[in-house]
């Protein structure tokens, strides 16, 4: 009888975690499955500023567009409209006031509720950014969660490090926000950069923390904290949060049932239901982790428990410095009790030396501007002298040859 022979069993290798160019940045990445879905939050109508319209009277409400703000209705710009130059041209014609006001002139990003375009204002020419949602308004509920979203835009929007909003409305059951364009996502600064320099990890923390205090004090949770979500500003160098549409309130967080975000950068006790500041802190450490490793993060598997677990690659972290080792790893503990608040991460000396320098330069920049104007004031003032004394002359001159 012909013996066989056994082929040898595959070596199965654990997998390992790779840098963000192993994968390209098309990989695919997948959503977390929601945990419970979300409880909606009544928006109280007496903050609710409706105060202006565009439309027929005879037309459904929907479409109509209706400026939406929660601001104090002496706010002016809250409470407008864009204007649309070519309203009068186009009034017979079934455009949206999006489409009369704005120019599409690039797609720049897309998220679960809705997509972000680039636009030029036809009044003015200048460029900014709309977010557009996806889905259609399915009832009151719905539109309430929406419009909460415009409440946590207009509540932060005067912070340095979190995105200026301008204002928003809704048509055709659809809500619009418009807001200050930034230059890029810190995700497409990573991958076009690969490699940034330790120093401007620090900044860019810096910056973070300081948008996410700005949340923390009022109680407020974000959710979904990753490198999509953070826009850095057209002086190419400040780092701002964005995307408020899963912000909730702690105390509120567990009993309305909150909606985690990426499972990317998602803390581990979210899985369980439970929603704290210390998700924030996680997200935002494990996000430090990837963009100064330039690093993959996995959305599930082993790998992914693995760093829940604070197990970090060595071969990864080893490349920085072990004060930001520290850091990372103090933000990623799976405790949430251990990892540290922002106000104590913003008490960090390095961070502290951080302030301090900005501290000093705008200081500079404020006395540099005043000598600019105090010298500009006295050269004015030194001219009209000459002129005075030119003239003088010239009269004087006259006189005598008289």
Known sequence: MEKHH???LPELHDDKHRHKQCNGENSNRFRPPKYKTRGYVAVDNNNLNRSQSLGSCSANS?????????????????????????????STLSLSHFEQCFERLAKLGEGSFGEVFQVRDRSDGRLYAVKISKQLFRGEQYRAERLEEVRRYEEFSGHENCIRFIRAWEQYDRLYMQMELCRESLEQYLLRCQRIPEERIWHILLDLLRGLKSLH??????????????????????????????VIDVD??????????????????????????????????????????????????????????????????????LELQSVIKSMMMPDPAQRPTADQLLSHPKLQHLQRKRK????????????????????GRMCNWKTAAFRYLLYFLEVLHL
């Open 62 to 90: 929907s479409q109509i567009a209706h400026a939406i703000s929660f601001r104090d209705a002496g706010c002016p710009d809250s409470s407008m409209l864009p204007s649309s130059p070519i309203q009068a041209e186009l």
């Open 217 to 246: 004090d009022r109680n407020l949770i974000h959710l979904d904290i990753k490198l999509d979500n953070v826009l850095i500003g057209e002086d190419d160098e400040t780092c701002k949060l964005a995307d408020f549409g899963l």
């Open 6 to 8: 056994r082929l040898p």
């Open 252 to 321: 509120r967080a567990n009993s309305h049932h909150a909606t985690e975000g990426d499972s990317r950068y998602m803390a581990p006790e979210i899985l369980q239901g439970h929603f704290s500041k210390a998700a924030d802190i996680f997200s935002l450490g494990i996000a430090m982790l990837e963009l100064a490793c330039y690093m993959d993060l996995p959305s599930n598997g082993p790998l992914w428990h693995e760093l829940r677990r604070g197990i970090l690659p060595e071969e990864f972290i080893n490349k920085i410095s």
């Open 360 to 379: 000093s330069l705008m200081n500079l920049s404020m006395l540099s501007r005043s000598f600019r104007r105090s010298r500009r004031a006295v050269w």
